[in-house]
């Protein structure tokens, strides 16, 4: 549906002072078709005056009032006549009534309606069937989803959003809020299913028959750059643009946490270990290098490996060496 926007209604203040020169002549007229009643004069006056009187905050209902950044979407009858979007004081058509099926819709996000207590302890919704036009985030409920490799994680993501084709988000979608969090879902869950949590060999995330690193955890602006893809070709129809979408959150499964936690950590123990054996080894080369060299002390190739085996124990434990002295011979 084509966006009419209304840019020619901006006489709120004329009808403002018209009604009130119409309700000061209308008072008047009573006021004069009182005094002629009374004098059994023809109460014409005084019957017009009064219908005046009560029929003339009609003409209130058509007054709008828009800000910066708001919208307002008018149907007359059922008929879609425009928008109004340029801040102003407006007057139209009393009988038009405003559209906002996302009026009372809270998701979580910064565009939700306030909520305050009455007197008697009842909620009251302070919804406004005004449009916002400002860009706003939607924080959306996490959800456990399965990776490529089958681990059950936990993620959410904040998506930015606005609307840019009012008739489009009214019309075309039952509640455009709750579309833009449905199709966020549904683009997760499409998204995440192609990564594993962690960098994994043999692994094709980018579709191109070719194995990668990419990863939920690795690759964070890749994934929410994809997502943001998949949300805006969804939400196209309802005259919503996604400005971003990134992740919050990012964790494993909470009933695999624990075992990935300790995967992880033997892994980077054995990478940690691998470093210490391999400058140990370069350690006991140079020493070798060295004592041969200089020709300090004459070993055969026994003593050689005991000295080997000593420098290995010494440079790899975790706990510092006990040092012997031996004052005998070496044989």
């Known amino acids: 549906m084509k966006e009419h926007i209304l840019k020619n209604k901006k006489n709120g203040f004329f009808v403002l002072l018209l009604s009130l020169f119409i309700y000061a002549a209308a008072i008047a007229g009573t006021v004069f078709g009182s005094l002629m009643v009374e004098q059994k004069k023809s109460p014409a006056l005084l019957i017009i005056s009064i219908l005046i009187l009560s029929s003339a905050w009609i003409l209130w209902l058509g007054l709008k009032v828009i800000k910066p950044q708001e919208a307002l979407v008018l149907t007359l009858f059922g008929q879609y006549i425009g928008t109004i979007k340029d801040p102003g004081f407006y007057f139209v058509n009393p009988f038009c009534s405003a559209v906002n099926p996302a009026a009372k ?4 996000q910064s565009s939700d309606v306030k909520t305050k207590k009455s007197a008697e302890g009842m909620d009251m919704e302070m919804a406004s069937k005004k449009i916002s036009l400002k860009i706003m ?15 059950p994680v936990e993620i959410g993501i904040a998506v930015t959003w606005r ?4 008739a489009k988000a009214v019309f075309h979608v039952d509640n455009y809020k709750e579309f833009l969090s449905l199709q966020c879902d549904s683009a997760l869950r499409n998204i995440v299913r192609l990564y594993p949590y962690d960098i994994a060999p043999n692994v094709d995330t980018t579709g191109d028959g070719l194995a990668d690193d990419g990863s939920l955890r690795g690759s964070s602006e890749i994934v929410a750059r994809r997502i943001k893809d998949e949300i805006q070709g969804k939400v196209d129809e309802a005259g919503i643009e996604v400005i971003e979408a990134r992740i919050t959150y990012l964790a494993y499964a909470p009933e695999i946490a624990a075992a990935m936690l300790q995967r992880q950590q033997a892994s980077a123990i054995i990478d940690a270990r691998k470093m210490i054996v391999d400058g140990a080894v370069g350690m006991v080369e140079m020493a070798l290098e060295r004592l041969n060299e200089n020709q300090v002390v004459s070993l055969d190739e026994e003593r050689k490996a005991a000295m080997v085996s000593n420098l290995l124990v010494v440079l790899c434990g975790s706990h510092d060496a006990q040092p012997i002295v031996n004052s005998g011979s070496l044989y």
């Open 105 to 108: 819709t809270k998701l979580g």
């Open 137 to 151: 985030t939607l924080n959306n409920n996490r959800q456990k989803i399965n990776d490529c490799l089958g681990n």
């Open 163 to 166: 609307i840019v084709n009012t």
